[in-house]
């Protein structure tokens, strides 16, 4: 099975910073990295597929990079509905597996 | 606009079973892979199961292996998920989730697109196990 780390846990920010969260694959998935938004009581919401490209309807502020085994999720300019948990996800193997996610807090 | 919506949880004891139904709506549901994913109190989000859109080919994650059964009825645009021997463990709210597609593979075929995510989630049916 493969793992997914995500660093840090949680994280605080101010309106208008730039922040970016770690995702670590326990192997090598190429650039099969997925990247969720979960705001409280809320289904989660695709953000990010194949590592870097942004799903439809998703501000330019959110960007992803990586492949192989690091990923990292960047928000430029922070916004206040950009307060929630962000989680990434591998498809590399058709049996996936989540990080532990990641809650941004308002500093 | 495409809808996912579930149903079917509720309070059960441990041991129990329970399905859980998931009726889309507004997307051509045999073009997509189906996922369950659940989310435990105050806890990350977990991958369940995942059924090919033909309903041939099922993967599921090791923790319900063996006591849960995805499966898709797609004359009626259903997804269901069965789940015999209910544990505590199994209390989470359970989302059905949309994708990916198909691809072609090497040899012609059909195969999981593994360069895309799901990309629309119902809005969850709590299962809580509990005596």
Known sequence: DIQMTQSPSSLSAS???????TCRASQSISNYLNWYQ???GKAPKLLIYAASSLQDGVPS???GSGSGTDFTLTISNLQPEDFATYSCQQSFSSFYSFGQG???YIK | E??????GGGLVQPGGSLRLSCAASKFTF???AMNWVRQAPGKGLEWVALIVPSGGGTNYAD???????ISRDNSKNMLFLQMYSLRAEDTATYYCAKGPGMVRGIGGRSIVDKGNG???WGQGTTVTVSS
């Open chain 2, 63 to 69: 923790s319900v292996k063996g006591r849960f059964t």
């Open chain 1, 102 to 104: 990641t809650k941004l």
């Open chain 2, 118 to 120: 799901m990309d629309v």
């Open chain 1, 61 to 63: 502020r959110f960007s």
């Open chain 1, 38 to 40: 979960q705001k409280p």
């Open chain 2, 30 to 32: 045999t073009n997509y």
């Open chain 2, 2 to 7: 495409v809808q996912l919506l579930e149903s």
């Open chain 1, 15 to 21: 309106v208008g910073d730039r922040v970016t969260i």
